[in-house]
């Protein structure tokens, strides 16, 4: 367990975690796949057979959830599927760039030190991508790569029943996260992608969702693309000294 250095608490550095990637490389242990785990925004087409996805899900599935009551519910899409609900987001969003998500995943006003961490992730992005600080039409175009998952072969969205409350919300996250580590398990990378919900009409229409069921999130799933500028990006984290508080364990 080489990366948190017991002294300063400070988790791995961005080297190691940098080092822990290597595109199209299996994790072969859970510490491999946790730092190996990043969110990628340029994929190869190559394509993910089902029997990985439905092994991968079953994997992450083992999550747990208030009483084991399982709330996911995943629609995975491949080939003219994906490609259609692909174009009806980005006909949704072009036609209603404003449109009001059906939960807010953000605060509607943001403060510190959030707005600060926020800032910072899209200038390291954008900053990789060569797009500027006044380039809006770059950034558009780059935020609208989350309706196309990234050229991913394969989209996953999750939903959930509507009557589910806050505490399920909580399972799935652990959920989704064991998805993002199981396909690490198979070479494969992921993106956690929010954006999708704001043209959820569109989403809801394309996947037919009964008004019973609320769109969660979505996830592009396949093989990053090593030559990407924008794969390169390392996300910092906060020390731990910066977020935990320990007590009774005497003095450091
Ligand atoms: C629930 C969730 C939703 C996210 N939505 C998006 C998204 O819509 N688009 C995107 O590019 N990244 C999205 N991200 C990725 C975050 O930006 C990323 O996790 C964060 O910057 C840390 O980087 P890392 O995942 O590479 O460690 C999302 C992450 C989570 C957990």
Redesign the pocket.
Known sequence: MPMIDPTSGALVSPEVAASAFVAGRAASGLVDAMLS???V?AFKSDPVPREVIADMLALASRAPSGTNIQPWRVHVLTGAPLESLKQAMLASAARAPEAKPPYN?YPVKWFEPFLSRRRA?GWDLYGLLGIGKADRARMAEQHAR?FLFFDAPVGLVFTIARDLELGSWLDY?MF?QNVMLAARAWGLDT??????VYPHEAVRRELELPDDESLV??MALGYARADAPENT???PREPVSGFAAFRGFGPT
Do not use: H
Request: charge should be positive; hydrophobic fraction near 35%; glycine fraction near 10%.
């Open positions: 785990r990043r969110s925004r995943y992730l989350n996250g989704m993106c956690p992608q929010a954006a999708i999130c979505g990006l390392v996300t």
